[in-house]
């Protein structure tokens, strides 16, 4: 069984920093690309981050200087550092195995003052 566990979220004022971590289970975890999402309220999902296995990673525009996802393949899990958090970061941030249906229930991230 596939699962993928986020945590880390919580509530942080604007201009703070969090650590996000996505432990991962049930298949081959270096084999595949896997990506942060987020969904913020009342709308779609947004791709935050693509990690290749590579180890090349690609970000969205609205984070580009301000988030860095990283992999560790031997212990499974990936991690999304978020510094200089705006209200606009709010969401449910999630990890997904890319070209699969597999993906976390998510953790929520509130950026408010």
């Known amino acids: 069984e596939v699962q993928l566990q986020a945590s880390g979220g919580g509530l942080v004022q604007p201009g703070g920093s969090l650590r996000l971590s996505c432990a991962a289970s049930?298949?081959?975890?270096?084999?595949?690309?896997m990506n942060w999402v987020r969904q913020a309220p009342g709308e779609g999902p947004e791709r935050v981050a693509r990690?290749?296995?590579?180890?090349?990673?690609d970000y969205a525009d609205s984070v580009k200087g301000r988030f860095t996802a990283s992999r560790d393949n031997v212990q499974r899990t990936l991690y999304l550092q978020m510094n200089n958090l705006k209200p606009e970061d709010t969401g449910v941030y999630y990890c997904?195995?890319?070209?699969?249906?597999?993906r976390g229930q998510g953790t929520l991230v509130t950026v408010s003052s």
């Open positions: 049930g298949f081959t975890f270096d084999s595949y690309t």
């Open positions: 997904a195995v890319v070209g699969t249906i597999w």
């Open positions: 990690l290749f296995g590579g180890g090349r990673t």
